[in-house]
């Protein structure tokens, strides 16, 4: 018996191998970038990237929507290796200041470990525009989203409503972002582990607003055990 494979699912086939093979490329191209930052620094140009790579600058854009995709998948890159490093998973009990400080101190070794990466995503936009957006919001707002999620379940453990958890974590992000680049760029800058103390008892301040508003006193080196969503 033979058997016969039509025209459409041959095409289908092809394309399946191409959308693939496009995904791996545009994921290798990304990593050879953030080398090529690294190397040449946040001014790192789209040419110096592709040289980088191997490839002329028309050849790597058959792998993006022009610049802009570019600066999106290295922003995303970005906040997945961020995130990836943040005490942002509470799934066993753990004491609040110690998730806090958890998060902050990542952040800290984030951007001491990559400043050539967190300018270059300060400098170059998210849209054609130039004065678009800068990428980045990508990787903030990435990480909000997380530190929202860890907010939520901590209001929802003890009983309160988590509505506000979205815009705290937004305006979290911000101050932690600000703080940290005001102490690189400081002169005089407190030693690392006391201003990443000093940063995180700021942050949890935030945090325990809602908490005292609730009439609940917690001590936040006592561990407290997750609550997940019913």
Not at 127 to 135: K, T
Not at 210 to 215: E, H, I, R, S
Request: glycine fraction near 6%; charge should be negative.
């Amino acid at each position: 018996m033979s058997s016969t494979v039509s025209p459409g699912a041959a095409v289908d086939g092809r394309a399946a191998r191409w959308s693939g093979q496009r995904e791996k490329r545009r994921a290798e191209f990304v990593e050879a970038a953030l080398e090529a930052i690294d190397h040449y620094g946040p001014q790192a140009s789209t040419e110096q990237v592709a040289d980088h790579v191997g490839v002329t600058r028309t050849k790597l854009y058959r792998y993006f929507d022009g610049a802009a995709d570019l600066h999106h998948c290295i922003a995303r890159r970005a906040s997945d290796m961020l995130t990836a490093q943040q005490t942002l998973v509470w799934d066993g009990p753990i004491s609040p200041i110690q998730v806090v400080t958890g998060t902050v101190s990542m952040h800290v070794r984030w951007r001491i470990d990559h400043p050539n990466l967190y300018e270059y995503l300060n400098r170059h936009s998210l849209s054609d525009d130039a004065h678009g957006v800068a990428a980045i919001h990508d990787v903030n707002r990435a990480v909000a989203a997380n530190l929202a999620e860890v907010i939520a379940t901590f209001y929802r453990t003890l009983g309160i409503d988590e509505r506000s958890a979205v815009p705290l974590s937004i305006g979290a992000v911000g101050f932690v972002e600000s703080s940290v680049t005001h102490w690189l760029n400081d002169p005089e800058p407190l030693p690392r582990k006391q201003f990443t103390t000093q940063l995180a008892e700021w942050m949890w301040s935030l945090l325990n607003t809602a908490v005292l508003k609730a009439g609940i006193q917690l001590d936040p080196h006592q561990p407290v055990a997750p609550q997940s969503r019913q």
